[in-house]
């Protein structure tokens, strides 16, 4: 079964939960003790179709207490989403989740790849 692409609404809307999810963490306005001082990366928000869930993607710098950030993350959700209601102009605040964002990974796996001699012998004969 294919999925429908996201809708340009669904994106901006993300984008801009993403941004303010973003200012909120680079400010250091949560009031929780166990964020406090912790980098929080915002790589992407999805947004359901009618607007009323978003998924937040995070990753705290260097990856350290993962488990533990999103877990406070997920506590505090309801303070985020009156955050985001406060700073958006939309009829409806959405439910915000957060997960780990496992690109990071994904992109060291594929790095790691890439430099295996027989993978870079590949590519280098590719090209000639």
């Given at each position: 079964?294919?999925?429908?692409?996201?809708?340009?609404?669904?994106?901006?809307?993300?984008?801009?939960?993403?941004?303010?999810?973003?200012?909120?963490?680079?400010?250091?306005?949560?009031?929780?003790?166990?964020?406090?001082?912790?980098?929080?990366?915002?790589?992407?928000v999805r947004v359901t179709p009618d607007l009323k869930s978003a998924m937040a993607y995070v990753m705290?710098?260097?990856?350290?207490?993962?488990?533990?950030?999103?877990?406070?993350?997920?506590?505090?959700?309801?303070?985020?989403?009156?955050?985001?209601?406060?700073?958006?102009?939309?009829?409806?605040?959405?439910?915000?989740?957060?997960?780990?964002?496992?690109?990071?990974?994904?992109?060291?796996?594929?790095?790691?790849?890439?430099?295996?001699?027989e993978v870079r012998r590949d590519l280098v004969s590719d090209k000639e």
């Amino acid at each position: 079964m294919k999925t429908k692409p996201p809708s340009n609404r669904q994106l901006k809307v993300g984008e801009e939960i993403r941004h303010c999810l973003s200012e909120v963490f680079m400010r250091g306005e949560m009031h929780n003790p166990a964020l406090r001082g912790v980098s929080i990366t915002v790589s992407e928000v999805r947004v359901t179709p009618d607007l009323k869930s978003a998924m937040a993607y995070v990753m705290p710098l260097g990856g350290r207490n993962v488990e533990t950030v999103v877990a406070e993350l997920e506590k505090a959700a309801p303070y985020f989403r009156g955050i985001v209601s406060s700073r958006l102009n939309m009829k409806f605040s959405p439910r915000i989740s957060f997960r780990k964002d496992e690109s990071f990974e994904r992109i060291g796996k594929i790095e790691e790849l890439l430099s295996k001699p027989e993978v870079r012998r590949d590519l280098v004969s590719d090209k000639e």
